[in-house]
Nanobody, 128 residues
């Protein structure tokens, strides 16, 4: 059974930075595509970023391009989301997700249905 968990959320002022961490245990992390999503109150879940297990290809949602960076460390079974130049509209619960299907390609990285396992989420609050 794969377990996904996030950490690193908190309160930060606008313009500041925060790094989220995620681990996926109980399986072959190095063969999982990984992603971050977020959900603000009253809004749909929004794609933030993804990274493939084989090519290391990264994809980003339009609202975070140029500000957020996703990375992974397979030796530590970790994926990170470095968030810079934070804005109040980045306030949300951030979720880490894993695609454990072992497929080689991630055709629709922004589609939540691509991912099999999700963490409980970590709250990020950006004050103005």
């Amino acid at each position: 059974q794969v377990q996904v968990s996030e950490s690193g959320g908190g309160l930060v002022q606008a313009g500041g930075s925060l790094r989220l961490s995620c681990t996926a245990s109980g399986g072959s992390f190095s063969a999982y595509h990984m992603a971050w999503f977020r959900q603000a109150p009253g809004k749909d879940r929004e794609f933030v970023a993804s990274v493939t297990w084989n090519t290391g290809r990264t994809d980003y949602g339009d609202s975070v391009k140029g500000r957020f960076i996703i990375s992974r460390d397979n030796a530590k079974n970790m994926v990170y989301l470095q968030m810079n130049s934070l804005k109040p509209e980045d306030t949300a619960v951030y979720y880490c997700a894993a695609d454990v299907s072992l497929r080689s390609s991630l055709h629709f990285p922004s589609d939540p249905a691509q991912y099999n396992y999700w963490g409980q989420g970590t709250q990020v609050t950006v004050s103005s």
